[in-house]
């Protein structure tokens, strides 16, 4: 499967469909993550927002590029131990919170395409109602219908 993924990335990079992601763009990358660990550091971003925003950032804007994986795993986890350190004092609160908000709107966006993805089951699940329990012996076993 992956070969066939490098492939098709090759093919489509030889035909000009597909560029390299641009030096600049691993920074930003990096960068944004960072904000957006401190945003949910600060409880300005919520985990589900934090997660859909580093999905994003990471895996679904980049997939668009030909583009280094591990190059930029590295700079995402460089910026966090940076971000991990900053402290974010009161005079910072007020621009802290517009740009965790921007961050937020992103990551609620982004979510609201990711969800979709998630199949329901098409009949219903049966779900369990009675439970019968049977103690010989010492053992107890039970049983769900």
Same mark, same amino acid.
């Given at each position: 499967?992956? %070969?066939?993924?490098?492939?098709?990335?090759?093919?489509?990079?030889?035909?000009g469909c597909v560029t390299?992601?641009?030096?600049? &763009?691993?920074?930003?990358?990096?960068? =944004?993550?960072? !904000?957006? @660990?401190?945003?949910? %550091?600060? !409880?300005?971003?919520?985990?589900?927002?934090?997660?859909?925003?580093?999905?994003? $950032?990471? $895996?679904?804007?980049? @997939?668009?590029?030909?583009? &280094? !994986?591990?190059?930029?795993?590295?700079?995402? $986890?460089?910026?966090?131990?940076?971000?991990?350190?900053?402290?974010?004092?009161?005079?910072? %609160?007020?621009?802290?919170?517009l740009t965790c908000a &921007?961050?937020?709107?992103?990551? &609620? =966006?982004?979510?609201? =395409?990711?969800?979709?993805?998630?199949?329901?089951?098409?009949?219903?699940?049966?779900?369990?109602?009675?439970?019968?329990?049977i103690t010989n012996y010492?053992?107890?076993?039970?049983?769900?219908?």
């Amino acid at each position: 499967m992956t %070969r066939i993924a490098i492939t098709l990335a090759s093919a489509l990079a030889l035909t000009g469909c597909v560029t390299q992601l641009p030096e600049s &763009d691993y920074h930003h990358i990096a960068t =944004r993550v960072a !904000q957006a @660990s401190i945003c949910k %550091r600060e !409880q300005l971003m919520s985990v589900n927002q934090f997660n859909h925003y580093v999905v994003f $950032q990471t $895996q679904g804007y980049p @997939s668009q590029y030909l583009y &280094d !994986q591990a190059k930029l795993g590295n700079m995402v $986890q460089a910026s966090l131990a940076q971000a991990g350190a900053t402290v974010v004092g009161e005079a910072d %609160r007020p621009v802290m919170e517009l740009t965790c908000a &921007d961050l937020a709107t992103v990551a &609620d =966006r982004v979510g609201a =395409r990711m969800q979709p993805s998630v199949v329901a089951p098409q009949n219903p699940v049966y779900t369990p109602k009675n439970t019968n329990c049977i103690t010989n012996y010492g053992y107890t076993t039970c049983s769900t219908y």
